[in-house]
Every structure is written in C-alpha cells, then in structure tokens.
C-alpha cells in the first residue's frame, strides 16, 4: 500500500477534462488507498512522474478560486509531505502583438510586471480611459520551480520541447482517448476582433453567431512546421472566481 507521506507533488485540476488528461499522462498510476480521514471530501488519483509521487485532485464545484483553496487545504492535511503544489488545466489566451497565443498552446505562470504570476482579475478595478488597476497581490511561486522552469526554457530552446511526441505517445497508449483529445485542428482557432459579440448560448459555434467569413478576424501567419504548432509562453496568468467572456477586458490584461 502507497503511504501518504511518499506523495511530494500536489496536482488539482477544475474540470473532469483535465484530470482525466493528468491521469493519461502519468507514467504509473497507483491503487487507490483507504487511509485517508472522513473529514477530507477530496477524490485523488495516486501515481508517479518520473522520480515524483503524485496526487491528482478535481474540484467538485468546477471554476473559483475559493473552491481550490478548499481542495488544496484538504489536500495538504491528508498529504503532510507535499513540497509542491500545481494547477493544471485549460484557459483562455490573452494574445497580443507581443504575445502570439493560439488555441493548444501552453502557458506557464511566471513572475513579471510588478505581479507574482498570478494575477487575480476579480480583485481590481476598472476606471474608465485608464488600465485596470488590481487591489490584491498573491504569492510568487517557490523558488525551487523558478529555478526549473529557467533550466526547462533553456533546455526547450536548444533541444526543443517534444511536446507534440508526448501527446501522441500518450493517445496511443490510451485509444479511446482519441476520439475526443489531441491537438486542435488550426483552422477551429479563429481570433475575432474585440467588438465581435457572441450572441447566443455557449454551445452554439462561433462560425454561427459571429459571422463565417475573414472579415471580423484577426490576421495571422500561419506556423512553421520548425515551431512544432505547440509555442510554450511564459508570463502572468489571470485568475478569478469568474470566467471572463467579455474580450476587450481581456485585450486590458495583455
């Protein structure tokens, strides 16, 4: 049986999507165990990355920063070693002229512009004809993962980062995951401009509710096959209790 304190990595995901992709990319998943207290409401998958004992969690009320801390909080009481904590999953690109985020690409929290690597959108305010201006700063990452990340840019710029190989390697030791992971057609990512409104219900297609031709989009280059289609950024990522929908609030982030 796996004994709690082996588990040093702390992994939340906030949708059923994303863990059931943290799952598929670990290297051995381990036997669920009955020692954790009544008290913890948390599901966990146990297993190993490399040399790391891991432990997954989702949120059993989907998006908030209030329901992650209250995963979190359980987690590091049941897990009394865990050194590190992660959250992992999906989010919306704050592309920009500088920045030139598609759909599929990574993102990875790091320290910049007077903020910790998270910046917390719904701890602010917003006056008209000035930047937005937020009243809370979080916590910086631990240093040990300021470090990593450094050795990881340098090492991804000379060897590149392999990550298309990863995703294929993992599908194919997973089939059934085929049909609905994997890397995005490029054609489905089309940018539209700012004033271009989704009108309808969240599952009607864009093509339906903001026009099917190039005109309200924006302009970009296609990507070279040298770039692999995956870019890896490093920068702030925006975090709050609500998604944000409304594009000329995120155009203010970039």
């Given amino acids: 049986m796996v004994d709690p304190l082996d588990f040093t990595i702390g992994w939340i995901c906030a949708l059923e999507t994303e863990d059931v992709a943290a799952r598929a990319f670990l290297d051995e998943e381990y036997p669920a165990s009955g020692f954790l207290s009544r008290t913890d409401p948390n599901a966990y998958t146990f297993g190993r990355l490399g040399h790391h004992n891991v432990v997954i969690a989702v949120l059993s009320q989907g998006y908030g920063t209030s ?10 009481f049941s897990f009394l070693n865990i050194r590190i904590g992660l959250l992992v999953g999906i989010s919306g690109g704050v592309p920009s002229a500088q920045d030139d985020i598609r759909l599929g690409d990574v993102v990875v929290s790091v320290p910049g512009k007077e903020h910790n690597g998270v910046l917390p959108y719904d701890m602010g305010m917003a006056f008209q004809g000035q930047e937005f201006e937020i009243r809370r700063v979080l916590n910086a990452p631990p240093f040990q993962l300021l470090t990593a990340t450094n050795g990881l840019r340098a090492q991804h710029e000379i060897q590149g980062h392999r990550l298309r190989r990863s995703i294929c390697e993992t599908l194919d030791r997973n089939p059934k995951l085929g049909t609905k992971f994997g890397r995005p057609d490029p054609d489905s990512d089309r940018l539209y ?52 929908r409304d594009a000329n609030l995120r155009d203010k982030f970039a």
């Fill in 193 to 244: 401009l700012p004033h271009i409104v989704h009108t309808s219900g969240q599952s009607s297609r864009c093509t339906e509710t903001c026009r099917n031709d190039s005109s309200p989009l924006v302009r970009r280059p296609e990507r070279t096959a040298a770039e692999d289609g995956i870019v890896i950024h490093h920068g702030l990522i925006a975090s709050g209790n609500t998604l944000c």
């Fill in 67 to 76: 329901s992650a801390a209250s995963v979190a909080t359980h987690m590091i």
